[in-house]
């Protein structure tokens, strides 16, 4: 089994619709992370989570809301979709407790906005 | 400009030939390097983790760092089919990798039989 796991895997969906990208991990880590990658941008940090009571804005937060549910689960919202929004969306995991954190990612979700 | 210039390819090259994977970057504050591969459809992974100038090695893969001339690569020797995938490379000022990151935009590679 998958130590970080999102679903869907894959997604189309319609201007102006609500969706949610779920994240789990069962690697025990506190720390939790949503990323967007484009083609030729590399990967941008959208939202961070450091413990359940915590939540950052990244980069490119605006469009998108997020929700740890509990340690193990991060889930990413787009209130109102927009095409520019299409893209793959990576969950990661890190432990703060190593001395060289050092990221874990999940196989990520393909969206597709039309 | 942006802040980490990663050639995107494709560089295609023969079974057995020696890979260099560049970045260069305008942030003299890093001083944590990383290189990440990514196959098809799937999450990045980590290669190689350095810390400052200098190599590290690693099996076939030598990971180099020139902070004088903000500049790193990746070596792969005698590279396989296998190795074909995307490689990220991506930097820090700090150890707490997760927030603090700048990624490339990842250079293909194809090795073929």
């Known amino acids: 089994d998958a130590d970080v796991t999102q679903t869907p895997r894959n997604r189309i969906t319609k201007t102006g619709k609500r969706i949610m990208l779920e994240c789990s991990q069962t690697?025990?880590?506190?720390?939790m992370y949503w990323y967007r990658q484009d083609p030729g941008l590399g990967l941008r940090l959208i939202y961070y989570?450091?413990?359940?009571?915590?939540?950052n804005k990244g980069e490119i937060s605006d469009g998108y809301s997020v929700s740890r549910q509990a340690q193990a689960k991060f889930s990413l919202s787009l209130e109102s979709a927009i095409p520019n929004q299409t893209a793959l969306y990576f969950c990661?995991?890190?432990?703060?407790?190593?001395?060289?954190?050092?990221?874990?990612f999940g196989s990520g979700t393909q969206l597709s906005v039309l | 400009q942006k802040e980490v210039e990663q050639d995107p390819g494709p560089l295609s090259v023969p079974e057995g030939a020696i890979v260099s994977l560049n970045c260069t970057y305008s942030?003299?504050?890093?001083?944590?390097f990383m290189w990440y591969r990514q196959y098809s459809r799937k999450g990045p992974e980590l290669l190689m983790y350095?810390?400052?100038?200098g190599n590290k090695e690693d099996g076939r893969f030598t990971a180099q760092v020139d902070k004088s001339s903000k500049y790193i690569s990746l070596f792969i020797r005698d590279s396989q089919p296998s190795d074909s995938a995307t490689y990220l490379c991506?930097?820090?000022?700090?150890?707490?990798?997760?927030?603090?990151?700048?990624f490339g935009g990842g250079t293909r590679l194809m090795v073929k039989p």
């Open positions: 990661a995991t890190s432990d703060a407790r190593e001395a060289n954190e050092k990221l874990f």
């Open positions: 690697k025990g880590h506190d720390r």
């Open positions: 989570s450091f413990d359940v009571k915590d939540i």
């Open positions: 942030n003299s504050a890093f001083q944590y």
């Open positions: 350095t810390y400052s100038s």
């Open positions: 991506a930097m820090s000022g700090t150890n707490n990798a997760g927030n603090m990151l700048t």
